[in-house]
């Protein structure tokens, strides 16, 4: 169609939108507010977040992938959290030039995913972007009431568990950014394409929650970086850590590039987008956390230990010497 | 400070946002969620809304008032629905060029709001913005289970309320953008600054929630304009509906204005912003409603009624005329 013809927004709404809001609290996006009768015995886990055209994605991303992406980061929370996801509200800013095969892309990466994990669309807005696309999507989860899973509850002798392999999409970035780095780590096509599809699109951990439930003192999704993530969650529990930079779990295309070249460790210790989860496990819990985690067929690697002293964060690395595992420091 | 010095997203967390977010459920922002527990018996009420930098709101606009108008957008959903506000979420992008005054200026505007109706900040996001600042609020609010004042439950009979005065935003902005038509319209300054301020600042009608939980059939608040607002009730509701231009509540200054320019009802019937509520009442409980509003404070006035001919929406002008209140169709 052309901007003329282009449809309204009760009509993108009735075609695209709608088919998502499959469950009864959204009334069919055809009220003001959704209406959500809560689970009884249990809390409410609440989290928004946005990604933006330029920002968090490259502007010629297929749409598919961005909303999934939207939705994914969201519902990593969480999975952090031990919460079972509900749904979600979403404001969606179109730029001026959307076209109508973008966004009937947009809605069926949604629809994917909520096939996988099963949430429905509550709600939202849809305005005119000043610069590109902008999606905020504010996800609800519930856990039994008084359980969720916080991010400032670590102890002293709790071990330090992530789940998955760090780096993949700081290192995907990177590639994305400098295509030639390919030839100077000596990718295949399949390690190009497993670093690449980490950085676009998130596998949120929702199959650990409920070890995380069970299991965990502490957690949170790695958003920032590792060394960054760990400093807040140490920071609000009053505790210092220590973690192995031998440990870290990495996917066969980082492990090749680190062999390459070493520094590279600088991305899986403090890259950005991970999206797996890191967690602090009483050593009383460790055995059942770990069994947890298998039976979910989620990979878990100990990483390292929290320590008693408050702001004391450092990473052990391979030649024995110990470092903040970032400046501790983060412009925005 | 220069953008060396910036403060990092913690910091300005820390500094701005943390002051606002006063309910348990936020965590002191220390968490990567929010964990809130819903008032029993209750169903959650919830919307989000955003305000952009050159679509919704000037780049010149104080931020106090752009960072009230972005959550109040939400409020005036929320009190259309007969619920009580409990808190929201924030997801705020910057300018590359944010200042410190006026995110401090942005915070103080949500302090100043939440001072006049109880809700917290429980959790949000802060990023980048690619070109001005976007706010994107959702809000919770709760009803006793099964209550919320739906939109698309009229019925023919019922008489059609609006509370407050229909056009001022939409005039205050026409003010703005032409500045010059304070002349042609004889305003004094009184006139010019209310109209000016109806447009910056919306007045959530909350006060009234009380009376529409317990007197409304139906009940929606108008943010683009009378005339789609109504049409949008009536389709959701397999209605029609008649309303009578001369009954149409007017401010003294949008009064002022039609008399020198009969075509400006226009912006009474057709323009946005008014984020008053429009209201469908069954006829056996007007009066109780009419007497709830005057107890609440907020002025209501009957506009028309609901009529049994499903899409059947028109305005009967003073001349006799009847005619849609729109086009029927609209651009975004």
Known sequence: MTGSTRPSEDDLIARWLRPLATDPAALQLGDDCACLTPPPGHDLVLKTDTVAAGVHFFRDDPWDLVARKALRVNLSDLAAKGARPLGYLMSLALPADWREDDLAAFARGLGEDQAIWPVSLFGGDTIRSPNGLVVTITALGAVPTGRMVRRAAARAGDRLYVSGTLGDAALGLELRLHPESAETWGLDAAARAHLARRY?????????????????????????????????????????????????????????????????????????????????????????????????????????????????????????????????????
């Open 200 to 332: 676009l699109l998130p596998e949120p951990r929702l199959a650990l929650a409920p070890a995380l439930l069970a299991h965990a003192r502490a957690a949170m999704d790695l958003s920032d970086g590792l060394g960054i993530d760990l400093e807040r969650m140490c920071r609000g529990s009053g505790v210092g850590a220590e973690i192995d930079a031998t440990a870290l779990p990495l996917s066969q295309a980082a492990a090749a590039v680190l062999a390459v070249e070493g520094t590279r460790l600088a991305a899986v210790v403090g890259g950005g987008d991970d999206y797996e989860i890191l967690a602090a496990v009483d050593p009383a819990e460790a055995s059942a956390f770990e069994a947890a985690a298998a039976a979910a067929g989620v990979p878990v690697a100990a990483i390292g230990r929290v320590l008693p002293g408050a702001g004391d964060v450092r990473l052990l690395r391979a030649d024995g010497t110990a470092a903040p595992p970032t400046g501790g420091f983060r412009h925005f």
